[in-house]
């Protein structure tokens, strides 16, 4: 399954995580998804993933 929202598309950032001694490893930093059951209108809905980014600013009407 991937780590994508399927509203806006953020998926995982990579980068360094550094020690206290400044060596360097890679590592990923996951988006905040959520299983949601998002209304799509015309009487539709279905369970999409997204992440608290979009669900905070109300980007997707939520299904009752």
Do not use: F, Q, Y
């Not at 539709?44 to 600013?57: A, D, F, G, N, V």
């Amino acid at each position: 399954m991937s780590k994508v929202c399927d509203c806006c598309g953020r998926g995982p950032a990579t980068g360094n995580a550094v020690s206290h001694s400044h060596r360097k490893t890679r590592r990923r930093w996951l988006p905040n998804l959520h299983s949601v059951r998002v209304d799509l209108g015309v009487g539709e809905t279905r369970k999409l993933r997204i992440c608290s980014r979009c669900l905070r600013s109300n980007k997707v009407k939520r299904a009752l």
